[in-house]
């Protein structure tokens, strides 16, 4: 018998419900099929590929690999509360202006992996920019844009 259960997630600084969840559901599903919340992408489903990259309480994470019921009570943050479209960080933008979103898929959690790089490392090394990125899989644009989207926010941020 699959039980049912209502509860609330803090996501982007604001009290979400969760109706009607299932336990064993992952905080993936959640975010995307449950609340709405479409830039935490579906992609592996086991941790790999960094798609569906999430903070929890200032950690990054893989929203797959965590279950949406036993998030209740920590920060979550998602892509979408980092900028909007009419309010782009700098490293949002920084990807468009150097080219590094491709088809986009893997472009959220880029993102939010180099928003975690930054704010534990503000200037950080080549190697330890290809080392954030490591977790993240992209197949169209070979990490080159991507790199160089990370070394402009950083500059900018240093000027």
Not at 77 to 82: D, Q
Not at 110 to 138: F, M, R, T
Request: proline share 3%; net charge negative.
């Amino acid at each position: 018998m699959e039980i049912e259960r209502r509860y609330e997630l803090l996501i982007n600084g604001k009290e979400c419900k969760v109706e009607s969840s299932w336990l064993g559901e992952s905080l993936m599903y959640v975010l995307r099929e449950r609340l709405g919340l479409w830039g935490t992408k579906n992609a592996c489903e086991q941790g790999e590929c960094g798609s569906c990259s999430v903070l929890i309480d200032g950690m990054l994470a893989c929203s797959c690999l965590e279950l949406a019921a036993t998030a209740v009570g920590v920060d979550i943050t998602t892509v979408e509360g980092l900028g909007a479209p009419d309010n782009m960080t700098d490293i949002q933008q920084s990807f468009i202006d150097e080219g590094a979103v491709q088809c986009g898929f893997c472009t959220p959690g880029l993102v939010v992996a180099v928003h975690d790089l930054l704010l534990s490392n503000p200037a950080p090394s080549g190697q330890e920019i290809k080392e954030a990125l490591a977790g993240n899989l992209c197949r169209c644009t070979g990490y080159g844009r991507i790199e160089a989207a990370v070394v402009k926010v950083v500059q900018q941020r240093h000027e």
